[in-house]
Structures are given as structure tokens and as C-alpha cells.
């Protein structure tokens, strides 16, 4: 079972769509993670792949490419097109950003990226649309984001 992974500028395009730092160490790192088991506030290695299965966690004060800070679960008894879903990716996640991150995505230089069900994952189970901050591109993190205004 593995995950699309949709990279998403923050801003300016039709696909445009937090935790503290001793929250986040208490969260499991270094380790893989199956895409389908990750939580709000875990730092992840952003995969190079599209399609995304296990996924390597990190401690949030060591450098890291990417923090979990939504997932929606999707109730829909049918995995909806690949359109609506892209469409209901990009608007999910940003309408979560600010919350998480404590600025609006036109005013932080960090992008989004987002993970959701392929047809095979949904098949089996898969439901959620996974919402994670990145920093600019060719940076990584070394903090959490949550709450950060970053």
C-alpha cells in the first residue's frame, strides 16, 4: 500500500494549495514508518518518489525535509478522481497551513507538499490525505514548524 506524493507550490498555481520542538522528540525518529501510519507533528526525509510506501522519521531538532501538519481522512466510499482529489489536497492542505505554522502560505517561505491514496492503497484501506510542510527547495529543517510564523 503506498501513497501518491504531490508536490504543490504554496502559493500561485491551480495546484496551490506544527508541534513543539520537545513535543516533537518524543515522537518516534530515525526509523521508517509505513506512509499510512504517520501522525500530525512527525518530521519525516521526504521520499524522492511518487509513490510512497515506508518513509524515514526524524528527530525534529536534527535536520529534517518535511513535518506532518494535517491529515484528513477521506469518508467517501469511492476514491474520488484523480482531479477532485487533487483538488481536495490542495485546498485542505492550505486551509490547515496557518494553523499549524502560524502564517498564511503567501507570507513564509516554507511550500507544501501532500500525500494522498492511489487506487492501489485506497483498495486496500488507504484513506488519508497527508498535509506536509517543506522548507524552500534545496533546504532542510532543523526545528519543527509548529507555531514557528516560519
Excluded at 127 to 135: L, T
Aim: proline content about 3%.
Amino acid at each position: 500500500m503506498s501513497h501518491a506524493l504531490r508536490s504543490m507550490l504554496a502559493v500561485g498555481t491551480a495546484a496551490a494549495m506544527g508541534l513543539s520542538l520537545s513535543a516533537c522528540s518524543l515522537l518516534p525518529f530515525g526509523n521508517q514508518t509505513h506512509s499510512t501510519s504517520l501522525k500530525v507533528g512527525q518530521c519525516i526525509q521526504l521520499p524522492d518518489d511518487d509513490e510512497v510506501g515506508d518513509i524515514t522519521t526524524a528527530n525534529c531538532a536534527e535536520e529534517h525535509t518535511g513535518e506532518v501538519y494535517y491529515i484528513l481522512t477521506l469518508t467517501q466510499d469511492t476514491l474520488p478522481s484523480r482531479a477532485e482529489i487533487e483538488k481536495l489536497t490542495s485546498d485542505t492542505c492550505d486551509d490547515n497551513f496557518e494553523a499549524y505554522v502560524g502564517s498564511a502560505t503567501n507570507e513564509t517561505e516554507l511550500d507544501v507538499t501532500a500525500m494522498f491514496p492511489t487506487k492501489n492503497s485506497w483498495d486496500k484501506g488507504d484513506r488519508d490525505i497527508v498535509c506536509i510542510v517543506i522548507p524552500a527547495e534545496g533546504k532542510t529543517l532543523t526545528q519543527s514548524v509548529r507555531g514557528s510564523g516560519m
